[in-house]
């Protein structure tokens, strides 16, 4: 995270994940590294890399966050993370109420069928206008789609844990949440396979997403947060 001086608004807070699953990279983080160098045309940025680790104890992602949220109370979150059998950018949807991992985070846990809020709705929808960054991102020739979920693994727990927090705080604070799956990169896909996209094009399509973000935010009156990210 950078340091706490005076922002411009819209603040967006960008989150990336620490690598994980055996990989020595995360394109989130080269992409968050990119984003820093491009021009802001629209409020200020600021970032923080996550660590690959569920649940909320000491040294977890969701312990990490919710301090630097209390903090900076962005106007909205996009949160990024890998998906290494993705061939272009998705704009998640939905988040589930479930944490269920095919592998072990970062600290050696493995978790089944457990959800990630207890007593809380089955799914949330992300309030980001994904449509509107879905096109932003399209139209500067970065291969994106509209996805319906984001998993069960940490990038979903971290995109509930987002949403279920702005839902029991009221939408009446503009807080609008988020999360995107961006492909490994080409050196990654040449380790373990599958399709990968050049960080670059990735991280020209997520900044042109961003964008419009802002610029959305700035068009819509405040506190006027909409219920689902399905229609915008």
Not at 161 to 188: K, M, Y
């Amino acid at each position: 995270m950078s340091s706490t001086e005076a922002r411009c608004r819209p603040l967006v807070l960008v989150t990336s994940f620490e690598p994980f699953g055996g990989s020595a990279v995360n394109p989130t983080i080269r992409i968050a590294e990119l984003l820093r160098a491009m021009s802001v045309g629209h409020g200020s940025r600021e970032y923080l890399v996550l660590p690959v680790v569920g649940g909320t104890d000491a040294g977890s992602a969701w312990s990490r966050c919710m301090p630097v949220l209390d903090l900076l109370q962005p106007d909205a979150v996009v949160a990024l993370g890998e998906n290494a059998h993705a061939d272009r950018v998705h704009f998640e949807r939905l988040a589930v109420n479930l944490r269920d991992s095919r592998i072990a985070d970062n600290s050696g846990v493995q978790v089944i069928d457990l959800p990630v809020v207890p007593n809380a709705p089955d799914a949330r929808f992300a309030t980001l206008p994904l449509r509107t960054m879905l096109s932003a991102c399209i139209a500067v020739e970065t291969p994106a789609a509209l996805s319906l979920t984001a998993g069960t693994f940490l990038c979903n727990e971290l995109m509930y844990r987002l949403l279920d927090r702005a839902a029991n705080q009221g939408v009446s604070d503009g807080s609008i949440h988020g999360f995107l799956h961006v492909p490994q990169l080409p050196e990654q896909a040449a380790l373990r396979g599958g399709p990968s996209m050049a960080l670059e094009v990735a991280a020209r399509g997520v900044h042109a997403a961003i964008e419009a973000l802002a610029a959305s935010i700035l068009s819509t009156p405040r506190g006027d947060v909409p219920q689902h990210g399905i229609s915008a």
